[in-house]
């Protein structure tokens, strides 16, 4: 069935091309701060194309539009492209070009390539420019070609931005910005520009609501030796953060006025920017007249390792969210078949469990409640108009998270509503035991996520099934519920950053199977990593478990298990009792015995 309003959508975009002078035209996922998650303003890709992902780029030429996305995303793609001529490209499945391969292979001599530069991170930029100067490719990156088709754009955001107790971020500004400037010099550098939205938030002790469910502001800063420059929509600052930055000496400009601030600096500066988050129109800026140096954020780093105070407050914070989602799962257990449940409903039931706790503040992603086959589909959401109804049969996955004032939560349960699969059952068993052996992981300082990812992979291997993902990735401390540089994979591909593990780290861990068409399976904790023994042969390092909701009893089958993973599963299920059960009534406590296997 044609999808007419895409297709006339890129017919105007054509047109405008044409007259632009530019014969391919590029989309990414991404603000000017290159966010993985952004604003409805930034949904380009989307209004082009009618794929709702949080990571794919769209490319355009006179006859042909191409999609690239990964494996998280492909049959979702595939389902929303339907129609709109649109080519979905899989990323990193074989025989299927790069986006830079891509062109390579279809531009011709003397062509323009043209992309919003202010959506484009300087790392792929210049990765464009390498790769088409043999054909003297013409690279136009000042015009935004959706401003005059996109007639109901939805407006810049510019929410209320609030100060973060120091209470609750464990450090001051000015603690942080001596971290930060102690980084800079090391790396050789007088000055840094900072673009990325939770590096800022996290520097400067803020928050903002700019993008949903990620608590951050549209801004950048430029830090010297001696002073600090916040570039963010003063309509946005009411007099308590106008005054809090004042007491703290942060110069405050407007967002807007970045690039003729950029201009205007003094030649010869040393500035340190970050390539994968700094725009390609702010790199070219600055490469007229500044020494660049380009490495990474030292705000990445320091943000990742949470201190004492974030430890103790994530901790708290985690207890009180895996109470919220163990009453969920009772919940539903209860009442599926009774009552009309819908894949909606069961994720507002959730959301309003979470709204109980005091310190809530909001979703730290769009629930993704998945029945049945719509669970394949990694990155699936229901909405009101186009969702399953629960019946007593089958499993529902169901990903979601919080932002509380004291942490950043992300937990998935895969729950039983009835009869399943044999095949099912040994599936959600690996997936278990995946989950237990990566949680008993002790490792000498100085793994990364592709030393451990195996731990995790294997049992999944075994079948001859892989999930076509990472098996973890940082969380923000009340930030972006993705957050770097540490991440678990087996498999790294260019540009992609390798993390050593550091004490206070915090870390995913959520290997999966999904079968299209059939089912999808995952069970994700968060754990954080931490010093253990230190001898002769060096730091050896564990992880210690921050989540605590029961995994389904009704969908292990133990026959699968050696004797090792049994244990780490009765533990892991003897602790969820021990923490949980004191904050259950009666017969939420009677079924969590039963489910723990606790007598």
């Known amino acids: 069935m044609e999808n007419k309003v895409i297709q006339d959508r890129l017919a105007l975009l054509r047109k405008k091309m044409q007259e632009e002078g ?85 531009m011709q001599q003397g062509q323009t390539l043209g992309f919003d530069g202010r959506v484009i991170a300087a790392m792929d930029g210049k990765k464009y420019e390498k790769v088409l100067e043999k054909k003297q490719i013409r690279i136009a990156y000042e015009k935004d070609l959706a401003e ?121 500066n040393a500035i340190l920017v970050d390539n994968r988050y700094c725009s390609y129109t702010l790199y070219k800026t600055l490469q007229k007249n500044q020494k660049l140096v380009e490495g990474k954020n030292p705000t990445e780093l320091l943000k990742a390792i949470k201190n004492p105070v974030e430890l103790a407050r994530m901790q708290e914070i985690f207890l009180k969210d895996s109470v919220a989602v163990t009453k969920f799962i009772y919940w539903l257990k209860t009442h599926v078949g009774k009552e009309k449940i819908t894949e909606v409903t069961a994720a507002d039931y959730l959301e309003q469990k979470r709204r109980e706790i005091p310190e809530f503040l909001d979703l730290s992603f769009p629930t993704i409640a998945g029945y049945k086959s719509n669970a394949a589909m990694m990155h699936y959401e229901a909405t009101p108009d186009n969702c399953a109804t629960l019946e007593p049969e089958g499993m529902l996955l169901v990903d979601s998270g919080g932002q509380y004032l004291g942490g950043t939560t992300d937990v998935t349960r895969t729950i039983v509503l009835g009869p399943i699969s044999e095949e099912i059952k040994k599936h959600y068993t690996m997936v278990a035991a995946a989950v237990m052996q990566l949680t008993h992981a002790h490792w000498l300082y100085g793994c990364t996520g592709r030393n451990l990812d195996i731990l995790a992979r294997q049992p999944i291997w075994d079948m001859d099934i892989d999930y076509q993902c990472g098996t973890g990735h940082g969380v923000g401390y009340i930030l972006n519920v993705h957050e770097g540089p540490q991440n678990m994979r087996w498999r790294f591909t260019g540009g992609m950053v390798e993390a050593v593990f550091e004490d206070g780290m915090d870390i995913t861990n959520e290997p999966g199977i999904y079968i299209q068409g059939s089912h999808g399976i995952r069970i994700e904790n968060v754990m954080v990593a931490k010093n253990d023994v230190k001898n002769e042969y060096g730091q050896f390092m564990h992880f210690e478990t921050l989540t605590w909701v029961p995994i389904d009893r009704e969908a292990i089958d133990e026959k699968y298990l050696n004797d090792t993973q049994k244990k780490y599963l009765h533990e892991y299920q003897k602790t969820v009792y021990e923490k949980i059960s004191p904050y259950l009534n009666e017969e939420e406590k009677e079924w969590l015995a039963k489910e723990t296997r606790v007598k």
């Open 148 to 268: 005059s088709i996109w007639t109901d754009r939805p407006d810049f955001p510019a929410g209320k931005v609030t100060v973060l107790d120091e209470k609750i971020a464990g450090k001051s500004v000015e603690e942080k910005l001596t971290e930060t400037r102690e980084k800079m010099a090391k790396d050789g550098a007088n000055a840094l520009l900072l673009t990325k939205l939770d590096d800022l938030m996290w520097l400067f002790n803020i928050r903002g609501c700019d993008v949903e469910c990620n608590p951050v502001a549209m801004s950048y800063a430029y830090i010297t030796e001696e002073s600090a420059t916040l570039f963010i929509q003063q309509k946005a600052l009411d007099a308590q953060v106008t005054e809090y930055l004042a007491a703290h000496r942060i110069e405050v400009k407007e967002y807007d006025t970045v690039v003729d601030f950029l201009k205007e600096l003094p030649a010869g």
């Open 22 to 106: 530019i014969d391919f035209y590029m989309m990414p996922t991404a603000d000017f701060h290159n966010s993985e998650y952004v604003n409805d303003y930034f949904k380009v890709r989307e209004y082009f194309c009618n794929f709702t992902g949080s990571n794919g780029t769209l490319v355009v030429w006179k006859d042909g539009a191409g999609l690239w996305t990964d494996g998280r995303y492909f049959i979702q793609a595939e389902a929303e492209l339907e129609g709109t001529t649109v080519e979905l490209f899989r990323m990193l499945q074989e025989g299927v070009p790069t986006i830079e391969e891509f062109l390579e292979q279809n």
